[in-house]
C-alpha cells in the first residue's frame, strides 16, 4: 500500500486541473433582524433594547470562492472534492457580519447516480439583542449562534427524464453563553425530484419533514425550565428556463417555498412558545446570462413573509415579519493547471 501511495501512477491520478469559482454579489435587505411590524412601528432607534442599531435594513456584499477537485480515486467512477468558502459584510451594521466553510465529497455511479457527503460551518451569527433571562437585569445582551450541518444523499434516476435524490441532514445550533437554553439539534429528511419537460424546461419538487430537539431541555437553568423543541415541515416546487430568447437569456428561474414550524411546549406558563406555530413563505427568482465562456452575471429577488399563529395576539405581532431582498451576482469560472 506505501507502495502504491507513492507509485508514479497514484500521483499522475491527484495531479489534475483544478476548477475554481470567484463569486462576488451586491445586494439589499430590506430587514436584517427580521423585526415584525410591531417593532418596526415601536421600538425607538437608540433604545435599551436596540443600542447601537441605527438602521434596520443594509446594503450587503458577499464575495464567494469555490473550489472542485476531481482526481481519480477510482477506475470505474468518477469522485469530485468541493469546498466553499464565503464571507457576507453588512455595511450598516457589522455584528451582522458572516462567514462559513462548506466541503462535500461526491462518488457518480452512473447518469443522474450520485452518492454524495457534507460538512457546512458558520461559528458566528448575530440574531439581535434580548434580554437574559437566568440574569435579574433589564439589560440587553447581544444573541449570537454558531451552526453546523452534516448531511449525506443519494440521487438516482427514475425515468429517463426524471430523478429523484433522498438527503439526511442533522444541524447544532450553539448559543452563546447568554442563550444557552436555545441550543438545538435538527434532524431533517428530504426528497427531491426533477423533471426535464424538454431541452429547456425543468420542474423540481422538494419536500422535508424534520424535528429540532432543545438539547438543553431541563439542564438546570432558570430558562430552560421551558422545552423550545418542535416539529418542522418544508414544501418548495421550482421551474427552470434555459436559452430564453428574450435578452439571450440563459436562464430563468422561479421557486416558491412554504415551511411550517409547530413548538411542542405545552406549559400554561410559557406563552411564547406554547401552541405557536407558523409558516413561512418565500418567493425567489432570479435570471441569468452568460456574458462570455468564463463570466456569467445573475440578478435576483426575494420575498419573505411569516406569520405566526398564537393563542396571544402579541405573540403573534413579535414573531410575524415580512422580508424583501434583491441583488446582483458576479461569477468567474477558471482552471488551473498544474501542469503549467
Known sequence: ??????????????????????????????????????????????????????????????????????????????????????????????????FSVNSKFEIKFGSYQWLKFGYNYSPHNYLKQFQDLDVFSKDYFDCTFSSSKKYVNYSFPITKKTWTRVILEISDFFYNEHFTEFDTQFHEFNWFFSHKWDKNLRYSLNISVGK??????????????????????????????????FLNLNRFYILFSTDYRNYLSEAIDDPLHSGRFHYDYQLYTSITKKLNSNYSLNLFMKLNKRYTISEFDWVQDLKSFNKFEMGIKFTFNGVYNIYR
Open 1 to 98: 500500500m506505501i507502495g502504491f501511495l507513492f507509485s508514479q501512477e497514484f500521483l499522475d491520478r491527484l495531479i489534475i486541473p483544478i476548477y475554481y469559482q470567484v463569486d462576488f454579489s451586491s445586494g439589499y435587505d430590506s430587514n436584517i433582524f427580521l423585526f415584525s411590524e410591531n417593532d418596526l412601528e415601536k421600538k425607538e432607534l437608540g433604545s435599551a433594547s436596540l443600542r447601537n442599531i441605527k438602521y434596520y435594513d443594509s446594503d450587503y456584499y458577499c464575495p464567494a470562492f469555490k473550489l472542485f477537485y476531481s482526481p481519480v480515486l477510482l477506475n470505474q467512477y468518477e469522485t469530485n472534492f468541493i469546498f466553499k468558502f464565503q464571507n457576507k459584510f453588512y455595511r450598516t451594521f457589522n455584528q451582522k457580519n458572516t
Open 212 to 245: 429540532g430537539n432543545n438539547s438543553t431541555h431541563l439542564n438546570g437553568l432558570l430558562s430552560s425550565e421551558y422545552d423550545r423543541s418542535y416539529h418542522s415541515g418544508n414544501l418548495k416546487i421550482s421551474r427552470s428556463m434555459y436559452n430564453i430568447r
